[in-house]
């Protein structure tokens, strides 16, 4: 099946610093999306990208969906200690024909924000 | 105000045990998931409903059976439980073709 190989696994920073994780996949995906989880919670959705070359930003957060469809990226700016948790990277892929699909998660990086 | 809900929150059972979790979204989406996630934080989606109809089941085993009475509400019921069943289970629902999907607190199962 589909992988999407997710980088850094971890990342260990200093409050203030600027952050960047991506992913990368053998196939392509329609649409990216990247994820947050906090502990103990749900993944909460940060971003999402429809279209290849679309970078999109909400707030500190900047994204991008790679040209080629197989490749997107997260840069977080100038972190804070909220920032913390496991971020996922999701391709979405159509089921069978019909225009529902599903979402196809990269293995997680988990930010750790020291103050 | 919650807009996916999921019961209950954490769930300890003996092997063999059946058991039920529950999920309601007020959000008014139409389509409904239940996702997987063990002990690594790896995320993998179970099944998907739109409308009340299963529309993706990925190759889960069969003592999974998903219920869905309307589109609001998504049940799983696992027969028989095993060791490899503990995890933590995530219900989420979106809309429409299910770009942005939703997800609920979930339910941390633990099988011993």
């Known amino acids: 099946g589909q992988q999407l190989n997710q980088s850094p696994q971890s990342m260990f920073i200093q409050e203030g610093e600027d952050v960047s994780m991506n992913c990368t996949s053998s196939s392509i995906f329609n649409t990216w999306l990247w994820y947050k989880q906090d502990p103990g919670e749900g993944p909460v959705l940060l971003i999402a990208?429809?279209?290849?070359?679309e970078l999109t930003s909400n707030g500190r957060l900047t994204a991008q969906f790679g040209i080629t469809r197989k490749d997107s990226f997260l840069n977080i700016s100038a972190s804070i200690p909220s920032d913390v948790g496991i971020y996922f990277c999701a391709g979405f892929t159509n089921a069978g024909g019909t225009s529902y699909g599903k979402l196809t998660f990269g293995q997680g990086t988990i930010l750790t924000v020291h103050p | 105000d919650t807009a996916v809900s999921q019961t209950p929150k954490y769930l300890v059972t003996q092997m063999g045990n059946d058991k039920s979790i529950k999920c309601e979204q007020n959000l008014g989406h139409d389509t409904m998931y239940w996702y997987k996630q063990d002990s690594k934080k790896f995320l993998k989606i179970m099944f998907s409903?739109?409308?009340?109809?299963?529309?993706i089941n990925e190759t889960v085993p069969n003592r999974f059976s998903p219920k869905s009475p309307d589109k609001a509400h998504l049940n799983l019921h696992i027969n028989s439980l095993e060791l490899g069943d503990s995890a933590v289970y995530f219900c989420?629902?979106?809309?429409?073709?299910?770009?942005?999907?939703?997800f609920g607190p979930g339910t941390r199962l633990t099988v011993t």
């Open positions: 990208l429809y279209k290849a070359g």
């Open positions: 989420a629902s979106s809309q429409g073709t299910g770009y942005e999907q939703y």
């Open positions: 409903y739109n409308n009340k109809e299963l529309i």
